[in-house]
């Protein structure tokens, strides 16, 4: 037993055989930890378990006197593995430790990923040189002399090409823009959604646009996110030349501040340019939502413009509001004021026809209606908007229900009448009104039961929501 213990291959083989199980084990559940935290350091210390470690047991079994006979050419091809792998690691592990842990907005965290690329490329050469010249002896001088000279004549042959590729890392260095990014340049906006030592890719929602970094160096761009402000996208419209100028600004304002991509406590901005041209400004939440704002107020700006008798684009005319279609209007909606034939008819002079558009809104909540209106077809959503911009809804109206019970109780309403697709409605003014509740009292009834009907609904549906209605008095819908 005494000779065996004194050989010298018999510690190092104690430790291999029972230091490298508790080091798997111990790197093990070390791996198992930061997998669990999403760590990116996981896959290097599965590296160093899988790979490194087993080769370092090699090494120091084939290491001992005897253990190989002869230089050989297997331990310098384990040793030159075992190399390459702490190269690998050491690389892995610095960039973790340096980049990927950098705090928001240090410089760690602005430093472009292509300077990082290159330095880990050179380090792995030289490493690569070191393990080639320590174990092989290999003259690495004479290498880099090669390749130094080499790179002149590729420099002196591709001098342009090299140019605009260091231009563009200057830029990329400069980061004058980021992931996530909105610039636009040369007719062209989108997301920077890749950077990288080439090119920068735009995402346009038409597809992803790469531009070069050079091209951006050499040119001039605008970075939408930088702007201390919010994004405002504008749209240019023409309105008939006898319109008045202010009804046209505040009309505008109105349908871009129902919007519903505005951005949180900005308000929209409509100027005169002249000539019956005007220019609306609707600040947003992100670059991102102007194709889609832009197309929705170019929508609701529409039917708005008719519905205040304006003339858009200087058209005159509205074949849809006519007479004899709210005739019709109010014979269908006269069961429900229980009005005879000749009443209906006598209507005609106080109410008229309206159109909304999917998305518009009808009501809106802590207003005091001054007019009701009874929809003719289409579908409107009744709801409550909640404090964290939730809406929690209570109903949907259709043909022969009406918007704007509050008109009747002069009382502001705490509900959002939204139209869910084109709605046609005739809207009676709050005087009219009165006058038939007078002649009709049933109409007043009815009116109130459905009230308190819509309010039992709004008290189910924000009490399934977790909610509850709020203390005074309120009425809805």
């Known amino acids: 037993m005494a000779d065996i213990v004194s ?90 430790l340096v980049f990927h842990r950098a705090e928001k907005g240090s410089w760690r965290d ?38 130094g000279i080499t790179s002149i004549v590729v420099g002196l042959a591709l001098q342009n090409a090299v140019g605009s590729i260091v231009s563009g890392l200057f830029l990329v260095f400069e980061a004058p823009f980021e992931l996530g990014d909105w610039i636009e340049t040369g007719g062209t906006r989108g997301q920077i959604v890749e950077v990288n030592w080439r090119a920068v890719h735009l995402e346009t929602g038409n597809g992803t646009v790469v531009i070069p970094t050079a091209e951006l160096a050499g040119g001039s761009f605008v970075n939408l996110s930088r702007n201390p402000e919010p994004y405002a996208a504008t749209l240019e419209v023409e309105f008939g030349s ?66 205040a008798d304006l003339h858009l684009d200087g058209d005159l005319t509205d074949d849809w509001r006519t007479s004899a279609r709210l005739q019709d209007a109010l014979r269908q909606i006269a069961p429900a004021l229980s009005l005879a034939p000749g009443e209906a008819e006598a209507l005609a002079s106080h109410a008229r026809l309206e159109r909304y558009c999917a998305g518009e809104s009808l009501l809106r909540p802590g207003n005091v209606p ?28 259709a ?12 009382t502001p309403t705490i509900s959002r009448a939204l139209a869910t697709s084109e709605v046609d409605v005739v809207v009676v003014p709050v005087a009219a009104l009165d006058d038939i509740v007078r002649a009709h009292p049933v109409v007043a009834r009815e009116i109130v039961r459905e009230s308190e009907n819509r309010l039992r609904l709004a008290g189910a549906a924000l009490a399934a929501a977790g909610g509850s209605l709020p203390r005074g008095r309120y009425i809805v819908g």
Do not use: C
């Open 110 to 147: 602005r430093f472009p990923t292509i300077f990082s690329d290159l330095i880990r490329f050179v380090f792995i050469i030289l490493g690569i040189a070191a393990v080639f010249w320590w174990v092989w002896d290999a003259d690495v001088a004479g290498v880099f002399a090669a390749l």
């Open 370 to 397: 001054v007019e009701t209106r009874f929809i003719l077809a289409g579908s409107v959503v009744l709801g409550i908007p909640t404090e964290d911009e939730g809406f929690v809804q209570v109903g949907v109206l």
């Open 7 to 96: 050989q010298p291959w018999f510690w190092p083989a104690v430790v291999v055989s029972v230091g490298l199980p508790v080091a798997l084990i111990g790197l093990t559940e070390f791996h198992n930890a930061l997998a669990r935290r999403g760590s990116r350091a996981a896959p290097i210390v599965l590296m160093v378990r899988n790979y490194l470690v087993p080769v370092a047991g090699i090494l120091v079994l084939l290491s001992q006197p005897g253990a190989w006979e002869g230089s050989g050419t297997w331990p310098k091809v384990v040793w030159t593995i075992f190399g390459l792998l702490v190269i690998v690691v050491t690389i892995n592990a610095v960039n973790h």
């Open 399 to 410: 043909a022969g229900d009406a918007v704007g019970l509050t008109a009747l109780s002069r």
């Open 242 to 307: 006898d319109d008045p100028p202010g009804r046209v600004r505040e009309m505008l304002v109105a349908v871009a501040r129902d919007i519903p991509l505005l951005s949180p406590g900005s308000e929209p901005s409509a100027t005169t340019l002249g000539g019956s041209r005007y220019e609306v400004a609707i600040p947003l939440r992100t670059p991102g939502d102007r194709a889609d704002a832009l197309d929705a107020f170019a929508t609701r700006v529409w039917y708005a413009a008719r519905r």
